[in-house]
């Protein structure tokens, strides 16, 4: 996968696929997008004092990086799982602006450094534990209490978003627990809603209208 870093328009880095022509992230900023989605509509909506996180698509390790800054600041324990099919190189992830931006006691790196496949204490008050395969292809018998679905979009790997992959998010969750992503294509919502997800749609980060968020009900 050919890619190269940008910055985006709130000075933070993303990547851009050049043979996709896709980015990583928004254009109008990697972190203020990152942080409005999986932050402020996600796990912040979640009141436990141990959260369990399924991230689809590690990327640049900003979604991760945010969350271990949330949970020192609010004193929270966060287990947090993800899956990347396309892993950085250190070429790349060393380059990266995040710490720059998010204030936590480790750093980006540290974070790509962790070996894959190793649930690792990276603080009291967060774990890690990475799987490099494709989404197709996880399994686990955890449960968790938020997803932070945050693959390609639609127009570029539709086969992401499809319904078998979106019933594997609903059968991971917890009772009551939230799929967050920053899409909002109807047919998205309709094939949330036919698995049993309660659709959500509110106001999308800078550049975008609306985003979902989806809770599980039984």
Known sequence: ????IIVTEDGSHSLFVKDMGETFHSKHGAVQES???YIKNGIELIEKETINVLEYGFGTGLNALLT???????NKKIVYESIEAYPLTADEFNLLNYNDFVKTPVSLQKLHEIPVDTNEMVTEHFSLLKHFCKIEDFKTINKFDIVYFDVFGFDYQSELWSTEILQKSYDF???DGIFVTYACKGLINRRLKEIGFKVHKTAGPPGKREMI???KKI
């Open 173 to 175: 969750l917890n009772t």
């Open 1 to 4: 996968m050919d890619r190269e």
């Open 35 to 37: 942080a409005h989605v």
């Open 213 to 215: 968020i989806a809770v």
């Open 68 to 74: 271990l800054e949330f949970a020192v600041n609010n």
